[in-house]
């Protein structure tokens, strides 16, 4: 697979499993709100600094 269908992929994926799947401009995470929300993109899974975080990396775009 190159590079672009394996972009489109990973898009249909995150996206059929509810998520924004936004990538994340400063490198790793994926936005894991709903599609269409208001606000700041967040990545619930990763870039938690402790496992009592709620949310890991935040970003706008």
Same mark, same amino acid.
């Given at each position: 697979?190159?590079? #672009? +269908?394996?972009? +489109?992929?990973?898009? @249909?994926? !995150?996206? @059929?499993? &509810?998520? /924004?799947? @936004? ?7 994926? /936005?894991?709100?709903? #599609?269409? $929300?208001? !606000?700041? $993109?967040?990545?619930?899974?990763? &870039?938690?600094?402790? #496992? ?10």
């Amino acid at each position: 697979m190159s590079k #672009p +269908e394996t972009d +489109e992929a990973s898009l @249909a994926a !995150g996206r @059929a499993a &509810g998520y /924004c799947w @936004a990538q994340r401009p400063a490198g790793r995470g994926r /936005c894991t709100r709903r #599609p269409g $929300h208001d !606000g700041q $993109h967040v990545d619930y899974y990763n &870039g938690r600094m402790s #496992p009592a975080d709620t949310a890991g990396y935040s970003w706008r775009q």
